[in-house]
């Protein structure tokens, strides 16, 4: 049966009567909307990030990190055309209104144009960091694209140069969206929405996280915000930006991605093997035929059994089942014999049992548990940028001790050595903080080329940092990092290392494991035990191995 094995990443509608996903399986898939039944699929050769149907409906163009935007036929989704110039991820493509022309926009930091062949057109360079979204003026020449450098850029292909710049004030931009007027709206790292209408530009406050999408309906000029504060917000465009009505997304929704299925109804991307319509003017969300998945994204060891956890939020040991927390989980952590974990409802879970110790207001994403004075404490990174510490008491009650500013944007790795928290963020940024005073020891804004991805302890106050600019970094107890080439050729998600610090083991999107002997300063040849991702890596001491969690739902063990 045709469904999605890993989270929908991204979703499109067509005239009310088909829908196309994109998900973290790799797998495009073509939906009949009235049935709620697939159609067809095709895959990536890796991760799809979006999708979006061409004007008369006759394509859709996905977008994937295997570098590659993809032209394809509908209904059948035979390949039509495939766009290969890009260097890094895909994170977005879009139709020209009129014209048999497609723009892309990718973590390499270029804009791109191709025709319908697959012939580059044009080729935009003056972003300074990862480009997220594009999107065109109409259907002029022109585009405009957003980027983590914190600007929105226009472009002309008449001259195939820029046009202009409008700086946002640096703060990372993930999404724009044009009404029929020219009017641009951007949403921000911050939460808010800029209204950017010639040379005026006004920020409207507008969520309590970032705003990850925006979707606009030329229709009723409706715009729809989605946050990682776990609301959905209708706005009308119509004079000054006014809010309309809010909801609150249940467990499954992902809020990366949605779109207008009629005037009244939204699809959404969930975590689960389909996706999910919203009723806005009756505030009804339909989950119908949503089921779980058995991605894992995380696994650890302790009290002698394997523990997993992911996107259904159902708690493993030793591969069955023992209790569900009700949500997508990023992390599990041992903290004085509490397990703990959390993910995108931003809850904290005792794993265990499936209470809610804590209420954050942003997905939580990782976590590392530490002693102080004799206490068992852990710290959990949000995608807010806080990093949550917590005492763990005699009785497994779990008290808030402080909250750390870690980084200013998604923490994507903690970890513990010596006295000192250390924490890498999407904005490539590393910190260090002391365990004794909770101040803040360093930062340095460029600790990383790209977006890091994780982190692990190594004894002696050291640590080890893994970024999507393909780098294994070892950070010295003062806090310099010795770089190294790892011989991964996609994005590096996760790293662990054995408690003596003599094995580094990284992971990648592309299931490749990696081992690096810090002794012999040599690399493992590098193996791929899965060709879906690993998501999290795990050293069993016990055994003396690694353990690696895949999107594929399994855990692969990994010798020395």
């Not at 977005?92 to 390499?108: G, K, N």
């Not at 006014?242 to 109804?265: G, K, Q």
């Amino acid at each position: 049966m045709i469904r999605h094995h890993g989270p929908i990443s991204g979703i499109a509608a067509f005239g009310g009567a088909r829908v196309a996903t994109a998900g973290y399986d790799n797998q495009l898939i073509l939906w009949d909307a009235a049935a709620r039944l697939p159609l067809a699929r095709a895959s990536h050769d890796h991760l799809a990030n979006q999708v979006t149907f061409s004007p008369d409906g006759r394509y859709v163009l996905s977008s994937s990190s295997d570098h590659t935007a993809r032209l394809w036929s509908v209904p059948d989704l035979k390949l039509t055309a495939v766009f290969a110039d890009q260097a890094d991820d895909v994170e977005m493509s879009v139709f020209h209104p009129t014209r048999d022309l497609v723009a892309t926009a990718s973590r390499d930091a270029l804009v791109r144009v191709y025709d319908f062949t697959g012939a580059l057109r044009a080729r935009f360079a003056g972003h300074g960091a990862d480009v997220i979204s594009v999107e065109w003026l109409g259907d002029s020449g022109e585009l405009l694209s957003s980027s983590d450098d914190g600007t929105v850029k226009r472009w002309s292909l008449a001259t195939g140069g820029l046009v202009s710049t409008i700086d946002l004030a640096g703060v990372e931009t993930d999404t724009i969206a044009i009404t029929r007027e020219g009017v641009v709206y951007a949403g921000n790292d911050d939460g808010e929405i800029i209204r950017i209408d010639g040379d005026a530009v006004r920020n409207f406050p507008a969520h309590a996280a970032g705003v990850k999408r925006l979707v606009y309906h030329a229709g009723s000029g409706a715009l729809v915000s989605l946050s990682y504060d776990r609301t959905v917000r209708i706005w009308d465009t119509a004079g000054e930006l006014s809010l309309t009505s809010a909801s609150e997304f249940p467990a499954e929704i992902w809020a990366r991605s949605c779109a207008f299925l009629d005037e009244r109804t939204l699809v959404f991307a969930t975590f689960g093997s389909t996706y999910a319509t919203y009723d806005i003017a009756g505030d009804v969300w339909d989950l119908s035929g949503v089921e779980g998945t058995d991605c894992v994204n995380a696994v650890t060891t302790a009290g002698g059994r394997r523990y997993t956890i992911g996107d259904a939020g159902v708690l493993k040991a030793d591969g069955a089942p023992v209790a569900e927390v009700g949500s997508l989980c990023n992390f599990l952590v041992d903290a004085g014999g509490l397990l703990l974990t959390g993910g995108q409802l931003g809850r904290v879970f005792d794993a265990t049992t499936g209470e809610v110790l804590h209420q954050h207001r942003s997905p939580l994403n990782c976590a590392a548990a530490f002693t102080r004075d004799g206490v068992p404490h852990v710290v959990i990174g949000a995608y807010t940028g806080e990093g949550l510490v917590f005492a763990v008491g005699p009785d497994r009650a779990l008290t808030l001790v402080t909250t750390l500013p870690l980084a200013e944007n998604a923490v994507k790795g903690v970890a513990v050595s010596e006295g000192r928290i250390f924490a890498v963020c999407a904005g490539a940024s590393a910190s260090w903080f002391a365990v004794g005073t909770f101040d803040l020891i360093s930062r340095i804004d460029t600790a990383h080329d790209k977006i890091a991805n994780g982190c692990a302890a190594l004894p002696g106050g050291a640590f080890a940092s893994v970024s999507r600019d393909l780098k294994l970094r070892l950070w010295d107890a003062s806090g310099r990092p010795w770089t190294l080439d790892t011989p991964h050729d996609h994005s590096v998600k996760c790293v662990a290392a054995s408690p003596d610090g003599r094995w580094v083991a990284t992971g990648s999107y592309t299931g490749r494991v990696a081992v690096y002997d810090t002794r012999a300063h040599t690399w493992a040849p590098a193996v791929r035990p899965t060709t879906a991702g690993v998501s999290s890596l795990h050293h069993d001491a016990e055994h003396g191995r690694f353990l690696a969690g895949s999107y594929d739902g399994r855990v692969y063990e990994i010798p020395l």
